[in-house]
Nanobody, 122 residues
Framework: QVQLVESGGGLVQAGGSLRLSCAAS????????MGWFRQAPGKEREFVAA????????IYADSVKGRFTISRDIAKNTVYLQMNSLKPEDTAVYYC???????????????WGQGTQVTVSS
């Protein structure tokens, strides 16, 4: 089993910044990538960003490119999502997840955190 714990969500004004953290523990061997997803009320869960533990390759959704940055600290088994220039449409519950390899596809991620709320006011 892999345990994922997100933190760092909150309420911020449009144009502001937040940094989310996701601490991984347990049987993380074989889970070579971590992703961030989000889900707004009444909408499907959508891909935000992902990173490969080895090498640090990253991919982003078009909607967050240039504003969000995903990074990882291997020593701490932690992945971060730095979110800048936040917009009201970024409001959602943000989840981190673990997968065999880097991908945008929700169904490829086996383990999920409990989520953290991000609210951006206009």
């Amino acid at each position: 089993q892999v345990q994922l714990v997100e933190s760092g969500g909150g309420l911020v004004q449009a144009g502001g910044s937040l940094r989310l953290s996701c601490a991984a523990s347990g049987r993380t061997f074989g889970k070579n990538a971590m992703g961030w997803f989000r889900q707004a009320p009444g909408k499907e869960r959508e891909f935000v960003a992902a990173i490969r533990w080895s090498g640090g390759d990253t991919i982003y959704a078009d909607s967050v490119k240039g504003r969000f940055t995903i990074s990882r600290d291997i020593a701490k088994n932690t992945v971060y999502l730095q979110m800048n220039s936040l917009k009201p449409e970024d409001t959602a519950v943000y989840y981190c997840a673990a997968a065999w390899d880097i991908t945008t596809m929700v169904r490829s991620y086996d383990y999920w955190g409990q989520g953290t709320q991000v609210t951006v006011s206009s």
